[in-house]
């Protein structure tokens, strides 16, 4: 190739690269919804420890989700929230499916926000449900 095309070219080999580059971005966009939205109940309701309720009967929430049953996944599910307990086999009220387990934890633990924003993370973490033990 020719040193005049090579120099004709190069501006719009950057435009597209830089264009190519934008396209990456891993942030939620207007077609991708925030993680958060996965959460179902009012997480503002609880104050700093993770308790709601009258001062006289706070009260932590368990709150409940589907994964599906494989190991890999309840230990990446373990070292997000050390509160979770796994049943698998059990539907819940939230109602995983065959080949999925139920995993309920607390609001009552260190960085509770944290803990639930960590877990809409994961891609197969559909939905967060507030779980009632009925």
């Known amino acids: 190739m020719n040193k005049a095309l090579r120099a004709a070219l190069l501006p719009a080999v950057i435009v597209a690269t830089a264009l190519l580059a934008g396209s990456c971005h891993s942030g939620p966009t207007a077609t991708e919804p925030d ?3 996965k959460i179902t109940f009012d997480v503002e309701r609880l104050n700093d420890h993770g308790l709601a309720g009258p001062p006289d009967g706070l ?3 368990s709150y409940e989700f589907c994964i599906p049953d494989r190991p890999e996944c309840r230990d990446e599910v373990r070292a997000i929230d050390p509160t979770v307990e796994f049943m698998p086999g059990s539907r819940g009220r939230i109602g995983c499916t065959t080949g999925q387990c139920l995993c309920i934890g607390s ?17 197969y973490v559909k939905r967060i449900d507030e779980c009632f033990f009925e």
């Open 35 to 37: 993680p958060l939205a």
């Open 59 to 61: 009260r932590a929430l």
């Open 107 to 123: 609001t009552h633990q260190k960085d509770f926000r944290r803990v639930l924003r960590r877990l809409t993370e994961l891609d």
